[in-house]
């Protein structure tokens, strides 16, 4: 049984950076979209990208603050089984528990009562600080 690991989150100050990765153990990525959420307490968790099992990036402007898809980017080290979200001039508003996830279809909405996705990571905290 597969399962996503997290790692490389932190605290870092506005305008910083931070790199997430998410390996997956278990299983082959073969077939496989992979992707980025992230819960913002107090709002609806957001999808911030998604790389389809032939490599097409999506979903990339459907958070909320679209200056988003101009800050981060997402790829894949299919050797590695590990995909990661690196994350430039980071903002205040942020702040969020990301998580990894990989299905055979990854949609630009998080897991809810409707629908589950195969691998779920656990989130991991990305703090910015002013």
């Known amino acids: 049984e597969g399962q996503l690991t997290e790692a490389e989150g932190g605290s870092v100050q506005a305008g910083g950076s931070l790199r997430l990765s998410c390996t997956l153990s278990g299983t082959t990525l073969e077939n496989l979209d992979v992707g980025w959420y992230r819960h913002t307490p107090g709002e609806e968790c957001e999808v911030v990208s998604v790389?389809?099992?032939?490599?097409?990036?999506?979903?990339?402007?459907?958070t909320r603050d679209p200056s988003v898809k101009e800050r981060f980017a997402s790829s894949l080290d299919n050797g590695r089984k590990t995909f990661y979200l690196q994350m430039n001039s980071l903002k205040v508003q942020d702040t969020a528990a990301y998580h990894c996830?990989?299905?055979?279809?990854?949609?630009?909405?998080?897991?809810?009562?409707?629908?589950?996705?195969?691998?779920w990571g656990q989130g991991i905290q990305v703090t910015v600080t002013s």
């Open positions: 790389i389809s099992s032939t490599g097409t990036h999506y979903f990339e402007d459907y």
């Open positions: 996830a990989a299905d055979e279809s990854l949609h630009a909405f998080c897991p809810n009562r409707h629908v589950n996705y195969k691998y």
